[in-house]
C-alpha cells in the first residue's frame, strides 16, 4: 500500500485515513460535509478540504482555531473550513442536526464532562447513514507503558480504576478498551462497523527504524490494527460507526 497525501504526516494516523478514504470511496467520491470535534489545528480538516470536501471543525481553543485558520489559508481552502469555538459537551447546541455526513470525534471522549452525551450529540448530527470516526486513549497501552517504564503504582491503579485513570492528577478522565467504547457508541444508537488499533508498534520503534523505512511501519500498523491481541494494546482505539438509515 502506497503513502497517500494525508497518510505521509506518518504511520501514527495511517489507520485512520484509511477508514476515511474507505468511507469516502464508499460515497462515490462526493464531497463530504465533515464535522471534526475537537479538530484543532487542522490535522484532519486541511487535507480533507483539499480534497474536496467542506469540514466544520468544533474546538475549545481560540488559538487551536486560528492556527486552523492560518493553515486553511495557506492550504487554499479557507471557503472549505469553517471554525466554530466550543466544548465538546456542548456540541448539540453548536451544529446543525442530521446535516453531517462524516464526525469525527478524535481524543475527545476521555477528557469531556459527559462522554455519552458527546456522542449523543454527534449521533444526532449525523444524516441518516452517516459515518463516524471515533478515536480514545486504550486503556491496556496506558498499563503497559507506564509497567515498562517502572512506574509500577501508577499502572496499577490504572488497572484498578473503573475509568482507567492513575488518579486525581491524571491528565485524562478516563481510558477505554474496544468493549467499552463499543458500547458507549451503540448506546446512543451508532451501529459500530469497524474497530482497529492506532499506534500499535509505532509507538514502541527506535527513531532509525521508523525513519529508515516508513512504508514498512505502515504496513506492519495496517497488518496488525485489526487483530486481537495487537489491536487491544494500541495506544488508541478507532471505531468507525454509522448512524441506521432508519
Request: charged share 20%.
Amino acid at each position: 500500500m502506497e503513502l497517500t497525501r494525508a497518510q505521509r504526516s506518518g504511520p501514527r494516523t495511517a489507520v485512520v485515513w484509511a477508514a476515511l478514504r474507505r468511507e469516502i470511496e464508499r460515497q462515490g467520491g462526493r464531497p463530504l460535509t465533515v464535522l471534526d470535534v475537537g479538530g484543532g489545528t487542522g490535522g484532519f480538516a486541511v487535507p480533507l478540504a483539499e480534497d474536496g470536501h467542506r469540514v466544520t471543525v468544533v474546538d475549545a481553543s481560540p488559538d487551536a482555531l486560528a492556527a486552523l485558520t492560518r493553515r486553511a489559508a495557506e492550504a487554499g481552502v479557507a471557503d472549505r473550513v469553517r471554525a466554530v469555538q466550543g466544548d465538546g459537551d456542548a456540541l448539540a447546541g453548536l451544529v446543525e442536526p442530521g446535516a453531517a455526513d462524516l464526525v469525527l470525534c478524535h481524543a475527545v471522549l476521555e477528557v469531556v464532562d459527559d462522554p455519552a452525551g458527546v456522542v449523543g450529540a454527534v449521533t444526532a448530527a449525523l444524516r441518516p447513514g452517516g459515518a463516524a470516526s471515533v478515536l480514545v486513549a486504550g486503556r491496556a497501552a496506558a498499563v503497559l507503558s507506564r509497567a515498562v517504564n517502572g512506574h509500577l503504582a501508577d499502572a496499577a491503579a490504572l488497572l484498578a480504576d473503573p475509568h482507567g485513570r492513575t488518579g486525581p492528577k491524571d491528565t485524562l478522565r478516563r481510558r477505554y478498551d474496544a468493549e467499552t467504547a463499543a458500547a458507549l457508541l451503540r448506546a446512543a444508537g451508532l451501529e459500530v462497523a469497524e474497530i482497529h488499533g492506532v499506534r500499535v508498534l509505532a509507538d514502541l520503534l527506535p527513531a532509525a527504524v521508523a525513519d529508515g523505512d516508513p512504508q514498512a511501519v505502515v504496513d506492519l500498523e495496517m497488518a496488525a490494527a485489526a487483530h486481537p491481541p495487537y489491536r487491544d494494546i494500541a495506544a488508541q482505539l478507532h471505531l468507525f460507526a454509522r448512524r441506521p438509515s432508519s
